[in-house]
Nanobody
């Protein structure tokens, strides 16, 4: 079992920035695929960004590309999502996700096929 603890988030005005962090209970360098998903009431859960082991590859949802940046800090064992120029439509519960340690995939998809999920952290963007 891997526990994921998110931090950061909160309320911000449109155009502002937020920084989300995730600290897994195991060594993040031993997990090939990690990322962030989000869900709003009435909407289906969607992948926001993923990053492969060692930060060699990233994927972003079309709506956030150019505004959000996902990074992995192995030394501090954290996963970070930097959210810039946020929009009202970015309002959602954001979830840190990871594959199980040792699982290998050629790519890290923007869908729900991940083994572990955090409890979620709320991001609210106001106009």
């Amino acid at each position: 079992q891997v526990q994921l603890v998110e931090s950061g988030g909160g309320s911000v005005q449109a155009g502002g920035s937020l920084r989300l962090s995730c600290s897994p209970s195991t060594y993040i360098g031993g997990i090939f695929c990690v990322g962030w998903f989000r869900q709003s009431p009435g909407k289906e859960r969607e992948g926001v960004a993923t990053i492969s082991h060692g930060g060699t590859g990233t994927r972003y949802a079309a709506d956030v590309k150019g505004r959000f940046t996902i990074t992995q800090d192995n030394d501090n064992n954290t996963l970070v999502l930097e959210m810039n120029n946020v929009k009202v439509d970015d309002t959602a519960m954001y979830y840190c996700v990871t594959d199980r340690p040792g699982r290998f995939r050629e790519t890290c998809p923007l869908d729900g096929h991940y083994d572990y999920w955090g409890q979620g952290i709320q991001v609210t963007v106001s106009s």
